[in-house]
């Protein structure tokens, strides 16, 4: 017997744990069918059930996604249907959410996709993956379609290895065949992306989430996070040594719930992200509203932390220099403004000093907002954070110590 033939309509119950995306259900279709029951909704319908819950991206930026897919299906013309694509890219090298994600559950985001393609009038839907997945998800596809779950094939795209290409028009440039680099986005990808298509590119978790709603609707999808930012949200959590793992949170949950409170440090967002003083751990909360508070904010769901005697004008010197090489090289103050500013913060760390911090700011300053994506933006917000949280150590390296590794000094 088939998946779909075995799952009697509605015997999935919600789920009610902690979990609601890594059940453990992994790739086998009986026993999605079997935990999550059938795709209930089609059409723009959805698009009114995924407004009524609040959800966001969860792929950085946290934009509505109903917004989005309002975007896409009023850009739809008779002659051009727009186009679905599932990113799950995930450039960023502290998060494992995604992969974790597609091989846990690659039926929930595949449903989503389903659904979304639905809600917009879709005509193609694209995943793009990690290389080392693409076998496995390719295979997971055709199952769907010989067993007459799915009835339109999604193709599977390998994603480009690098920071930037799980930008969206990255993602997009990717799909139609380029090295998948970021481009100049003077026109939404939403109103014109893959071949001037409408094209909707959405978090593989976002995905998710929309496979959840349109079997359990808003209200159930509301039971969790906070009012605001309803839901739950996959972090990665990891530290100086190793990523620890992936954990599913409801978003507002305290951040002490997930991170040490003795550590020195904690970056939250990425490479892209924010440090945080270790001594506010205990009073924030994983999500947009409280992070604001600290200029910062969840974005793709990533925790990090820098254990007390930890330099951290030296864990940011690592991830800026990698942030430099990452430039797709297209724009001037991205493919020099970068290096640049990796190198003012190498001087930085190695000699100290508060004129050698203003130089750091002041080329963040020259490189923010200044590319065609968001590459050279994130990469000042991170520099800048740094400059605060770890204010202590800037006079300390200037006499040769580091206020993390002095008895006495910042802890
Ligand atoms: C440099 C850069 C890298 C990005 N990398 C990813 C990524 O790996 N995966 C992802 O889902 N979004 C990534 N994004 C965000 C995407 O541009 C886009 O906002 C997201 O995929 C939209 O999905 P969502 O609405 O479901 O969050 C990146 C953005 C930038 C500026
Ligand atoms: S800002 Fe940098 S990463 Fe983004 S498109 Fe321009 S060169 Fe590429």
Redesign the pocket.
């Known amino acids: 017997m088939t998946a779909a033939a075995t799952t009697p309509l509605g015997a999935a119950s919600a789920p009610r744990g902690r979990r609601r995306l890594l059940v453990g259900v992994g790739d086998d279709l009986d026993r999605h069918a079997a935990v999550h029951g059938p795709r209930r909704l089609h059409g723009p319908v959805i698009i009114d059930e995924i407004d009524r819950s609040g959800l966001?991206?969860?792929?950085?930026?946290?934009?509505p996604?109903a917004t989005?897919l309002v975007a896409a299906r009023t850009a739809m013309t008779r002659g051009q249907r727009s186009v679905v694509i599932a990113?799950?890219?995930?450039?960023?090298p502290l998060?494992r959410k995604?992969v974790v994600l597609l091989m846990e559950a690659p039926h929930l985001v595949l449903d989503g996709l389903a659904a979304v393609a639905s809600a917009v009038g879709a005509s193609e839907t694209y995943l793009v993956a990690p290389a080392s997945l693409a076998p496995r998800l390719r295979a997971i596809v055709d199952r769907r379609i010989a067993v007459g779950w799915a009835r339109r094939p999604t193709v599977v795209v390998d994603a480009a290895d690098r920071?930037?290409?799980?930008?969206?028009t990255?993602?997009v440039d990717r799909v139609a065949g380029g090295p998948g680099l970021?481009h100049d986005r003077r026109v939404p990808t939403a109103t014109a992306g893959l071949r001037g298509r409408p094209t909707v590119?959405?978090?593989?978790?976002?995905?998710a989430q929309v496979a959840l709603i349109d079997r359990h609707g808003a209200e159930w999808f509301r039971e969790r996070g906070t009012g605001a930012e309803p839901g739950s949200m996959l972090v990665t959590l990891s530290d100086d040594r190793e990523i620890r793992g992936v954990a599913e949170c409801d978003i507002g949950a305290p951040l002490a719930s997930v991170v040490d409170r003795s550590a020195r440090a904690v970056l939250v967002g990425g490479f892209?992200g924010t440090w945080i003083d270790g001594r506010a751990i205990g009073s924030l909360a994983l999500s947009a509203g409280s992070l604001r508070e600290v200029g910062a904010s969840p974005g793709?769901g990533i925790v990090h932390s820098l254990p007390a005697g930890s330099c951290g004008l030296e864990a940011t010197v690592a991830i800026v220099d990698h942030l430099a090489g990452e430039s797709a090289g297209q724009c001037g103050p991205c493919m020099f403004g970068l290096p640049a500013l990796s190198d003012a913060f190498r001087d930085l760390v190695t000699h100290g000093g508060a004129e050698r911090a203003e130089i750091v700011a002041r080329l963040a300053a020259t490189v923010d907002g200044r590319g065609a994506?968001?590459?050279p933006d994130?990469t000042a917000r991170l520099v800048r954070s740094a400059l605060v949280a770890f204010a202590d150590d800037v006079p300390q390296h200037a006499v040769g110590r580091c206020a993390a590794r002095t008895p006495g000094g910042h802890r």
């Open positions: 966001t991206g969860r792929g950085g930026a946290a934009f996604v989005k990113n799950g890219a995930e450039g960023e998060s995604d920071f930037v290409s799980g930008e969206t990255a993602v970021p590119v959405h978090n593989v978790e976002t995905l892209h793709a994506c968001a590459h994130g």
